[in-house]
Antibody
Framework: QITLKESGPTLVKPTQTLTLTCSFS??????????LAWVRQPPGKALEWLAL???????RYSPSLKNRLAITSDTSRSHVVLTMTNMDPVDTATYYC???????????WGQGSLVTVSS | EFVLTQSPGTLYLSPGERATLSCRAS???????VAWYQQKRGQAPRLLIQ???SRAPGIPERFSGSGSGTDFTLTISRLEPEDFAVYYC??????????FGQGTSLEIK
């Protein structure tokens, strides 16, 4: 059974760096075709893909945010970490991690972590 | 810039009725890379359809997807009370890798 859970601060100040951790079980990030992504959703708004790390360590980022994002994995401990620099109130959102299947879609999601950016 | 436009923004229907949700791409998309998600209030999204027309495991048969090129459709044949939610289409691929539509809210009439 695949499970994912996000953890991190609920409140960050403008200009600070956000660090979120996705802890997962039920799959190995070393398995061919697998990936883990971060997706966010501002309150009342649509989903927005942020970043993805593949089984081979390759990574991809949203073009509009790539200069602020970094995604890393620690496969031995089943964690993936997302960092986002220079946080702004518009970055207030629920941040989800999600498992990417072979077809490229997100078939398992964490419960989400609400992050508020405010001074 | 690649964009997915969903219509209508809000759809008001009653249980038992048929729902048809549209997703239009700004340029042609391989149907292999189109998916649909359902999101209920306060919950994470759930994968419904992938490859434009294949139901994800455990998804009821009343959900079906179709389309090709720039026009894709999610159909719910007979609405159940638990189907009232927000639905998103998504494309995998291209320079932005993943793009979501803005969503269609399916609400009880």
């Amino acid at each position: 059974q695949i499970t994912l859970k996000e953890s991190g601060p609920t409140l960050v100040k403008p200009t600070q760096t956000l660090t979120l951790t996705c802890s997962f079980s039920g799959f190995s990030l070393s398995t061919n075709g697998v990936g883990l992504a971060w997706v966010r959703q501002p309150p009342g708004k649509a989903l927005e893909w942020l970043a993805l790390i593949y089984w081979d360590g390759d990574d991809r980022y949203s073009p509009s945010l790539k200069n602020r994002l970094a995604i890393t994995s620690d496969t031995s401990r089943s964690h993936v970490v997302l960092t986002m620099t220079n946080m702004d109130p518009v970055d207030t959102a629920t941040y989800y991690c999600a498992h990417k299947n072979d077809a490229g879609n997100f078939d398992y999601w964490g419960q989400g972590s609400l992050v508020t950016v405010s001074s | 810039e690649f964009v997915l436009t969903q219509s209508p923004g809000t759809l008001y229907l009653s249980p038992g009725e048929r729902a048809t949700l549209s997703c239009r791409a700004s340029q042609s998309v391989s149907s292999s890379y189109v998916a649909w998600y359902q999101q209920k209030r306060g919950q994470a999204p759930r994968l419904l359809i992938q490859g434009a027309s294949s139901r994800a495991p455990g998804i009821p048969e009343r959900f079906s997807g179709s389309g090709s090129g720039t026009d894709f459709t999610l159909t719910i044949s007979r609405l159940e009370p638990e189907d009232f939610a927000v639905y998103y289409c998504q494309r995998y691929g291209g320079s932005a890798l993943y793009t979501f539509g803005q969503g269609t809210s399916l609400e009880i009439k």
